[in-house]
């Protein structure tokens, strides 16, 4: 059988010159292939940023560097009449301190915002089939993953830096004669490397839930059960195993199997990032906190690593033109 792109007689197939030459007078921007991911993320973020309740999970986001700044300010006018706070830190980690602090605060906002615009960002486009038209154009699979998550990534970071770099602001400010710099001149790395640690952490996992669903209310309800659950899961672990021991050989260990869960590693790896000392409760005498350290880095990057990577890793494996059936 003659194939009917062939000429008549094995000659070659005669090639048809393109109809359509208006490509040849573009005179617009050319754009590198490297930043082709760039255009996936931007949909997404726009889409998040039209709506208002997002503005109120940002606003909810600003309030615990508010708090803290509040504070700062109360230093200033009554010194040593203000009450004991996370403010008498330990020389030299009084600012980290209470970064972290509000950080701590600021997490579950920080959780949120990221489930608003990761649980749909790869669920909605299953549900409309819209991986056909992002995979037929000169974008490939990788491009694609990288966008939804740097859109997630994006929007969490900066819900996380902006309020924090405004309260490093006020404090440079308000406490450079007193040796803000002087006395944690690394303060403003801690604070970007806090931000974008949290940020891709919540961007991995959402992604990850995401591309294995098509309904965003779906991807959103399992994404947030998974949070809290293994939050849930933590917190009575440790109750079992630490809450009525006094030993203070058993703090270390009870510090770490309270933050063995998703929430916990995050936090945990932004305490080690800050390196503070925090007042918690003791293992068998509630009401006597003591100054505990952060649990392991290496424990915590383990953990971390296992969330970032295999949130990615299920989301690639996930990402197809087409619906793919077998059996």
């Not at 260990?253 to 929430?263: C, P, R, Y």
Request: aromatic share 14%; proline share 5%; charged share 10%.
């Amino acid at each position: 059988m003659t194939d009917p792109g062939s000429a008549p007689g094995g000659a070659p197939p005669v090639v048809s010159p393109i109809a359509d030459l208006t490509y040849r007078h573009y005179d617009g921007p050319l754009n590198s292939r490297a930043f082709r991911f760039w255009i996936v993320a931007l949909v997404g973020i726009r889409q998040v940023m039209r709506k208002w309740w997002f503005w109120l999970l940002v606003l909810g986001s600003v309030w615990p560097y508010g708090l803290i700044g509040f504070f700062f300010f109360l230093e200033s006018r009554l010194g040593d009449d203000l009450p004991r706070t996370f403010l008498n830190a330990a020389p030299g980690a009084k600012y980290s301190t209470a970064f972290f602090q509000a950080f701590d605060w600021q997490m579950f906002w920080l959780m949120v915002i990221g489930l608003s615009v990761g649980a749909a960002s790869i669920a909605a486009d299953n549900k409309t089939n819209a991986l056909q038209v992002y995979l037929a154009k000169p974008i490939t699979k990788t491009d694609y993953l990288l966008g939804k998550w740097m859109g997630v990534f994006s929007v969490v970071f900066a819900a996380a830096l902006l309020p924090a770099l405004l309260l490093y602001t006020y404090c440079l400010l308000s406490f450079w004669s007193n040796g803000f710099l002087r006395q944690e001149p690394w303060l403003i790395f801690k604070i970007l490397g806090a931000s974008a640690s949290a940020a891709a952490g919540f961007a991995s996992l959402f992604i990850g839930v995401s591309a294995w669903s098509r309904s965003p209310m779906m991807a959103g309800a399992f994404s947030a059960g998974m949070y809290f659950a293994s939050g849930i899961v933590a917190t009575i672990l440790w109750a079992a195993l630490y809450g009525r021991s006094s030993a203070s050989t058993d703090i270390t260990n009870a510090v770490l199997v309270q933050h063995a869960s998703i929430g916990g590693v995050l936090k945990a790896l932004v305490w080690n990032i800050y390196d503070v000392t925090v007042r918690m409760p003791t293992p068998g005498r509630m009401f006597m906190p003591t100054d505990v350290r952060a649990p392991s880095l290496g424990f915590v990057l383990v953990a971390y690593l296992a969330i970032v990577i295999g949130g990615l890793v299920a989301a690639r494996l996930r990402i197809r033109a087409v619906e793919v059936v077998t059996g």
